[in-house]
């Protein structure tokens, strides 16, 4: 019974390659993230969806482009790949409000060569 | 710019003390504050979450926060090897679903 699933869990390519993420959460909740784990382990939000709305959208470059075709879903796009982008990325869901727990999905180990 | 800061360096504990771990936050307006496990290699799971003043246990597990020292702290009582892992320290205010995180601690229980 898996809550909040992403696809693939490893990805290895090369610098200036386009690649996406997927993610689907079957928790029912209305909101969406995506979050960047670098190498120091530090978890950093990138983007928010509430009902397939875009509600955060933290200084990443324009070259990340999430998109939700529905509540339980949210990818992730990235064009042109940089070293830099090399980190862990996660997926999580929660219902909407400041006390809801935020649920994690098992994280795309993202490598660009 | 909101921030989350956990300071300390790894945490070495022997099997059966207690672990102690920090969290100070920057806005007043923080309004809960959530302490995530992340093991090596996997996501993080949530293991407790506090909104009010005081302390608030679950098992071994307790949180306290004191919102005027802006101060959120972590006990984990008769440490067990398997509590080995970061403990990251997260903290959302009203209106708004961001999570701003720490960059973690972590703890490595001795058998």
């Known amino acids: 019974d898996t809550a909040v699933s992403q696809t693939p869990k490893y990805l290895v390519t090369q610098m200036g390659n386009d690649k996406s993420i997927k993610c689907e959460q079957n928790?029912?909740?209305?909101?969406m993230y995506w979050y960047k784990q670098d190498s120091k382990k530090f978890l950093k939000i990138m983007f928010s969806?509430?009902?397939?709305?875009?509600?955060i959208n933290e200084t990443v470059p324009n070259r990340f482009s999430p998109k939700s075709p529905d509540k339980a879903h949210l990818n992730l796009h990235i064009n042109s790949l940089e070293l830099g982008d090399s980190a862990v990325y996660f997926c999580?869901?929660?219902?909407?409000?400041?006390?809801?727990?935020?649920?994690f999905g098992p994280g795309t180990r993202l490598l660009v060569l | 710019q909101k921030e989350v800061e956990q300071n300390s360096g790894p945490l070495s504990v022997p099997e059966g003390a207690i672990a102690s771990l920090n969290c100070t936050y920057s806005?007043?307006?923080?309004?809960?504050f959530f302490w995530y496990r992340q093991y090596s290699g996997k996501s993080p799971e949530l293991i407790m979450f506090?909104?009010?003043?005081g302390d608030k246990e679950d098992g071994r597990f307790t949180a306290q926060l004191n919102k005027a020292s802006q101060y959120v702290s972590l006990l984990i009582r008769d440490s067990q090897p398997s509590d080995s892992a970061t403990y990251l320290c997260?903290?959302?205010?009203?209106?708004?679903?961001?999570?701003?995180f720490g960059k973690g601690n972590q703890v490595v229980v001795i058998p």
């Open positions: 999580a869901s929660s219902r909407t409000g400041t006390e809801e727990t935020q649920y």
């Open positions: 928790l029912g909740h209305d909101t």
């Open positions: 969806y509430n009902n397939k709305e875009l509600i």
């Open positions: 806005d007043r307006g923080s309004q809960s």
């Open positions: 506090i909104y009010s003043n």
């Open positions: 997260a903290a959302s205010w009203y209106g708004n679903n961001r999570l701003a």
